[in-house]
């Protein structure tokens, strides 16, 4: 019963919260995100957003935290296998942290087309 499908399907989803956590606790970077995240999900209680506006906010939280992580994840592999400087490990991290912008001004347009409304009437 111990490796049935389900008793593994379960144990990795507490691995994937055991990650998500270890994420929230050591990575400044998340940390900051969880914060605007919270932040934003209390302006859509606040300003009653539509159920549309929340499925695009919901998706831009997941996309930015998502990307985020993987870049810590990364950035975390290639310390790992070339703990020194090297032009090509920069490259790779340097293109993860652009992944993480992409997201993040994705995120912040989305923001506006949804808040701007809201806080500025005549637009």
């Not at 144990?11 to 940390?31: D, F, H, M, N, V």
């Not at 870049?71 to 310390?79: C, F, H, P, R, V």
């Not at 912008?101 to 409304?117: N, Q």
Request: hydrophobic share 50%.
């Amino acid at each position: 019963m111990r490796d049935s499908y389900l008793a593994k399907r379960i144990r990795g989803g507490g691995y994937a919260l055991k990650g998500a956590w270890t994420l929230i606790r050591t990575e400044p970077s998340i940390q900051v995100q969880v914060v605007i995240s919270i932040l934003i999900t209390i302006a859509g209680f606040y300003f009653e957003i539509t159920k549309e506006e929340w499925i695009f906010q919901i998706f831009s939280i997941g996309l930015v935290l998502s990307t985020e992580g993987i870049n810590s994840s990364i950035e975390g592999i290639a310390d790992f296998v070339h703990p020194d400087f090297h032009s090509k490990i920069g490259y790779i991290k340097d293109v993860a942290a652009g992944a993480v912008l992409f997201a993040a001004v994705t995120a912040v347009i989305i923001a506006c087309f949804i808040y701007l409304p809201y806080l500025f009437p005549s637009i």
